[in-house]
């Protein structure tokens, strides 16, 4: 039953003495235990001890971040360094043959002394082609440029 004033659950108690009291049940409470402790997860007494643990697991993660981006950079710069040291070897290996080719060049002349100014043309030689260049005038410019 429910009566005006907010009492609930009110039943009359003695009506022998002309008199009716009501008295009072009490609602009642049920018991509830605290769900048993779970194996997988940590178990925190308040906000702060979570907050804690979060703020412990975002460093981890950052720290593992930065362990794998080190060790990515260190492998990047191992494999340039590898390239650069392969380039030299064969810079080095292109110079080589080339001063061998120098050298059996200068070996095979100086075999055949006879041959050599045969088989070069003779070098450029600016004073003697100036001499074949005819003088330039204004008025004949086709005969210039012929």
């Known amino acids: 039953m429910r009566y005006p004033g907010g009492v ?10 002309g008199v009716i009291t009501f008295r009072q049940d009490r609602p009642r409470q049920t018991e509830t235990k605290p769900p048993a402790p779970s194996r997988t997860m940590p178990q925190f007494s308040n906000v702060s001890d979570v907050q804690l643990q ?28 590898e390239s650069e040291r392969e380039n030299q070897r064969e810079q080095r290996q292109h110079e080589l ?8 060049r200068a070996s095979d002349s100086s075999a055949h002394p006879a041959d050599q100014p045969s088989s070069r043309p003779p070098p450029f030689r600016v004073e003697a082609a100036v001499k074949l260049v005819p003088k330039f005038s204004e008025s004949d410019v086709e005969t210039f440029l012929l």
């Open 97 to 104: 043959k080339k001063l061998e080719l120098e050298l059996s």
């Open 8 to 17: 609930q659950n009110v039943a009359p108690a003695d009506q022998s003495s």
């Open 54 to 81: 979060l703020r412990r697991l975002e460093l981890e993660h950052e720290r593992e971040r930065e362990e794998r981006q080190q060790q990515h950079e260190l492998k990047k710069l191992e494999l340039e360094h």
